[in-house]
């Protein structure tokens, strides 16, 4: 089943904050975040495995919440290098073999 | 070096064509995948292999057929072609299955006119 991202596009100025949801009607096993500059193929940024997990990358960060339906990602004063399509991939059980990808949010940073 | 490269890079075809879209990794993952990036940018999982054995096929067409002659390479063959299967085809791979990183190959546009 695929998870639900919101907004579905974000335009920023940069140096402004962003945070993208991801959200499904199941508890998950996972949540992986990409990002995908146009004409490029996706690029793996965070997963988060439990309920109540937060990781960071540089100023990108994302939470996965205690019943594992729902992620955040948080974009902290924004980059123009942060534009890009952001999609979130759930997994529904280990070894599931699969990531279902939400329908993307695109986010767009102005100078 | 290419982690995981896809050639051609486009394809521009007729329909009722049949082509073939090769994928090799050189990670030495034991996993690989094949997505399908629609227009509106929705990534859809078609196959998954594991150690050259198909593990899911997503209610794909049969005229898409996978072939995994080994570990690093995962192939895809589409018969008669449509111009619904117009597409950005994505190969990825991953060392197992769940709980990690894929690497995504750079794509092959495909256009069927």
């Known amino acids: 089943q695929q998870p639900v991202q919101s907004p579905q596009a974000v335009i920023l100025r940069e140096g402004e904050d962003a945070v993208i949801n991801c959200s499904s009607s199941k508890a998950l096993y996972s949540v992986h975040w990409y990002r995908q500059k146009h004409g490029e193929a996706p690029v793996f940024l965070m997963i988060l495995l439990k309920g109540g997990e937060q990781k960071g990358h540089e100023k990108i960060s994302a939470s996965f919440n205690e019943k594992k339906q729902q992620s955040s990602l948080y974009l902290t004063a924004s980059q123009l290098s942060y534009s890009g399509t952001y999609f979130c991939g759930t997994e529904v059980g280990q070894g599931a073999q699969k990531l279902v990808f939400g329908q993307g949010t695109r986010l767009t940073i102005n100078p | 070096d290419t982690a995981v490269s896809q050639t051609p890079k486009y394809l521009v075809t007729q329909m009722g064509n049949d082509k073939s879209i090769k994928c090799e990794q050189n990670l030495g993952h034991d996993t690989m995948y094949w997505y399908k990036q629609d227009s509106k940018k929705f990534l859809k999982i078609m196959f998954s292999y594991n150690n050259k054995e198909l593990i899911i096929n997503e209610t794909v067409p049969n005229r898409f057929s996978p072939k995994s002659p080994d570990k690093a390479h995962l192939n895809l063959h589409i018969n008669s072609l449509e111009l619904g299967d117009s597409a950005v085809y994505f190969c990825?791979?991953?060392?197992?299955?769940?709980?990690?990183?894929?690497?995504f190959g750079q794509g092959t546009r495909l256009t069927v006119v």
């Open positions: 990825a791979s991953s060392p197992w299955t769940g709980n990690t990183e894929a690497f």
